[in-house]
């Protein structure tokens, strides 16, 4: 076996990571490639001496204990992005680890990776937040799939369900863990920085702790952008994004399920901690009120819906095209055709967009709605912002417990349990019927000095080969970068 890490996670030009590294070979050899929308190797080393790490059952909490390997001196000549490190060992095997260069010159937009939620749904190690852990540490090797996996538009999560039984044989034969499909750079990521690259976005990268970290993290930059599955985010990610567009900034979430939970990082951001529905059992719970309760963003104890950031939430909305959800037609159904956004896309009220990729799939975000005068609108019954235009819905459920999977842990509670229980009072069946109905939403606000635009989807990304998807997230950057749309 071969297994490896980075830390810290990224660094700027100048900077050095450093490669921890276990084998039972006697040596190890890395090539390191920026990827984008072409692979450039920048760095290759042979012959480095293998090493047997301590692997302990404490891992998944704390994070390995290895001893450095060797150390990336990050040359100022490597532009900023994700560099993707594939190790091989002297008896073949092999392993990926990853690094993010981030640069001090502003970008057209900083894009924020979601290496949270990478963290919360890795299994390497021990447990997740998903197969019964509470805190989970970074600094240890990803689940192989997270970083690279063959044909991302078969082997993502809103496709499980048709997979054929040799798609199956493949996916787990390859190795790659099933949680694999819920978080990751090959999942969602890596298909939008292509898809910009293309068309000459010079972006910015960074990963969730420097947005906790850096609190001028995104300053300069004209644009901030979420990616795919954007579910875990500390109080310090709120407080930079919500001052960025506060001050002028504008915010494109191209993600779903986006600061659903509340995280909290150690200081040295070796672990991350949430409780999640097992809210006694965190050391801050408080019963009036408990603003970093590692929770709900909704949840009244903590009180900061994370509608007040990106305009929608998963508790309006729920799953899609998957098991126990609506399918719908895969795509967004438009109700707001002359809206900037979708201006040379060709689009009509009722039309749907981005269905015959499913990007209406896996988790969405929404709001509670209405029909007046022959327009949907916001209800304003729950935490959506004033001023909310939604341009497009397509059906959502929230689970019940029974509904889920079955490989999650014995304390799983469904979303839709929990949303009735803590926004509705209680966990009844009159309460779930209030929730269970959702909504995906793409819609527009402006919040303090700056904009947002959300997709309300995690699966925008796979639109992208689409013209009208690629035309639609074109028009909100080049808005949102040069103040025009094209």
Wanted: net charge negative; proline share 5%; glycine share 10%.
């Amino acid at each position: 076996m071969i297994a490896a890490y980075c830390w810290p996670q990224s660094g700027r030009p100048g900077e050095s990571i450093a490669l921890y590294c276990h084998t039972e070979a006697d040596s190890f050899q890395i090539a390191v490639t920026r990827q984008g929308a072409k692979d450039r190797p920048v760095f290759m080393e042979a012959g480095i001496p293998g090493k047997q790490q301590p692997i302990s059952d404490t891992i998944a909490e704390h994070g390995c204990d290895w001893d450095q390997c060797c150390e990336i001196a990050i040359d100022p000549n490597w532009s900023a992005g994700f560099y993707l490190l594939r190790l091989q060992d002297s008896d073949g095997n092999e392993a990926d680890a990853f690094f993010v260069v981030r640069e001090e010159q502003p970008a057209d937009a900083m894009l924020v990776l979601s290496t949270s939620t990478w963290n919360a749904y890795n299994t390497w190690g021990g447990l997740s937040y998903y197969t019964g852990g509470y805190v989970v540490s970074p600094m240890r090797p990803l689940q192989p799939g997270f970083l690279t996996k063959e044909n991302p538009y078969i082997n993502r999560i809103a496709r499980f369900k048709e997979w054929l039984p040799e798609d199956r044989r493949a996916y787990f034969g390859a190795g790659y863990d099933p949680w694999t499909m819920a978080a990751g750079w090959s999942n969602w990521e890596l298909l939008f920085v292509q898809w910009a690259e293309q068309r000459g976005y010079k972006l910015n990268y960074a990963v969730s702790q420097d947005l906790d970290q850096y609190t001028n993290l995104l300053d300069g930059h004209p644009a901030y952008i979420s990616i795919g599955h954007d579910e875990y985010w500390s109080a310090g990610m709120r407080n930079t994004v919500e001052n960025y567009i506060d001050a002028g900034g504008n915010a494109a979430f191209f993600s779903g399920n986006t600061s659903f939970w509340q995280a909290r990082f150690s200081d040295d951001y070796r672990q991350m901690t949430s409780y999640k529905c097992q809210i006694k059992e965190d050391p801050v719970y408080n019963s009036e009120y408990a603003p970093t309760l590692s929770t709900m963003w909704s949840d009244p104890l903590v009180g900061r819906p994370e509608s007040q950031m990106t305009g929608v939430s998963f508790t309006r909305g729920g799953y899609a095209h998957m098991p126990n959800a609506p399918d719908g037609t895969g795509g967004y159904t438009i109700c707001q055709p002359d809206h900037w956004a979708f201006a040379g896309a060709d689009l009509k009220a009722g039309d749907t967009l981005g269905a015959d990729d499913v990007v209406v799939g896996y988790e969405c975000d929404g709001c509670s709605l209405n029909l007046k005068d022959g327009k949907i609108v916001p209800t304003y019954e729950d935490d959506t912002p004033k001023g909310f235009e939604i341009l497009a819905t397509a059906p959502t459920h929230l689970w019940e417990t029974e509904e889920a999977p079955g490989n999650l842990a014995d304390n799983y509670i469904g979303e839709l349990n929990w949303v009735a229980e803590r926004i509705g009072g209680a966990d009844t069946p009159e309460n779930r019927e209030k929730f269970t109905a959702g909504h995906a939403v793409m819609g527009t606000f402006k919040r303090g000095n700056g904009q947002v635009f959300t997709s309300g989807c995690t699966d925008w990304a796979y639109g992208l080969r689409d013209s009208q998807v690629s035309k639609v997230t074109n028009n909100v950057l080049t808005r949102f970068i040069k103040g025009e749309v094209t």
